[in-house]
C-alpha cells in the first residue's frame, strides 16, 4: 500500500539526504567488491521513516529517484507493506528489508548495511560453527558492543554468529533475529555462503563498523590458512 507523500523525501539538494547518501555509498561499496551485479544492500532509517534502496538495480547506478520510503515502525512479515513513496519506475525494494527491521527492532539501529563481500564469505566457510571469532587486533576498536554501545578494546573478543542461508533472502528475518538475541553484543550476523549484515546507530558508524568487520574477516581468514590461532 502506498501513500501520497511530498516528492521533497526523496529528491533533495541536500547531499546528506538519504535518497541521495545511499546511491553515493552503493557505489563506494561497489567499488570495494562488497556488492556485485544486484547484491547486497542499505538502508537509513531517521526518525519515523525509513530509506531504502531498490532491488534488481545494479548498485553503481542507482538513483535518487529509485529510492523506496517506509514509515517506522512497521511489523514484519507483512504481505501488504505500506509504503510512503514508491519510484515511479516497476521497481521492488530491497530483498532484505525484512532483516533491515531487525536492526532497528532488536538495536534501535539507525543504519543497516548489507553486502556480499568475499571476506564474510571465506570467514564463514573457515569457521563451519555458529560463531565467527578473533581476538587482539586493533581494529577491533572500530566495532561497537551490540553494534550501538561502547567501542570494543584490542584485549576484548570479537564474536559474530554465523546463520545458514535460505533460497530466499526473507527466510534469513527469523534466525537472523535469534542468532542477534543469543549473541547480543554482536554487531553483525554473517550468513553463510553469502553474505553479512551490519548495523549501527546511523549510516557513518554502520558504515564504519562494516569496514572495520570487513578488515577483521580478511585478517582472519589469512591467519586460518596460515595455520595461526585468531584468538589469543
Known amino acids: 500500500m502506498s501513500l501520497e507523500i511530498p516528492e521533497s523525501l526523496v529528491i533533495s539538494s541536500d547531499p546528506l539526504h538519504p535518497a541521495n547518501l545511499i546511491p553515493e555509498l552503493c557505489r563506494t561499496f561497489y567499488h570495494l567488491g562488497w556488492v556485485t551485479g544486484t547484491g547486497g544492500g542499505i538502508c537509513i532509517r531517521l526518525d519515523d521513516k525509513v530509506y531504502i534502496a531498490p532491488s534488481g538495480v545494479q548498485k553503481e547506478r542507482i538513483h535518487p529517484s529509485h529510492i523506496f520510503v517506509l514509515p517506522y515502525p512497521q511489523a514484519f512479515p507483512n504481505a501488504d507493506r505500506v509504503f510512503l513513496r514508491r519510484p ?24 543497516c548495511i548489507h553486502t556480499h563481500s568475499q571476506n ?22 572500530g566495532v561497537r558492543i551490540g553494534g ?28 537472523m533475529a535469534e542468532a542477534m538475541k543469543k549473541y547480543p553484543d554482536a554487531a553483525a550476523v554473517l550468513v553463510r555462503r553469502h553474505g553479512v549484515y551490519v548495523w549501527g546507530l546511523d549510516w557513518q558508524r554502520a558504515k564504519t563498523q562494516t569496514e572495520c568487520l570487513d578488515y577483521l574477516f580478511e585478517v582472519g581468514v589469512k591467519m586460518k590458512l596460515a595455520g595461526l590461532q585468531t584468538v589469543l
Open 148 to 175: 550501538v554501545g561502547a567501542a570494543m578494546s584490542y584485549l576484548d573478543t570479537l564474536e559474530v554468529p554465523i546463520i545458514e542461508n535460505t533460497p530466499h533472502e526473507e527466510d534469513l528475518r527469523e534466525s
Open 120 to 141: 564474510a564469505v571465506m570467514a564463514t566457510l573457515l569457521w563451519p560453527g555458529p560463531v565467527f571469532t578473533i581476538s587482539h587486533q586493533e581494529m577491533i576498536k
Open 88 to 111: 515511479a519506475l516497476d521497481l521492488k525494494e530491497s530483498a532484505c528489508t525484512p532483516l533491515f527491521w531487525n536492526s532497528f527492532d532488536l538495536r534501535g539501529a539507525g543504519s
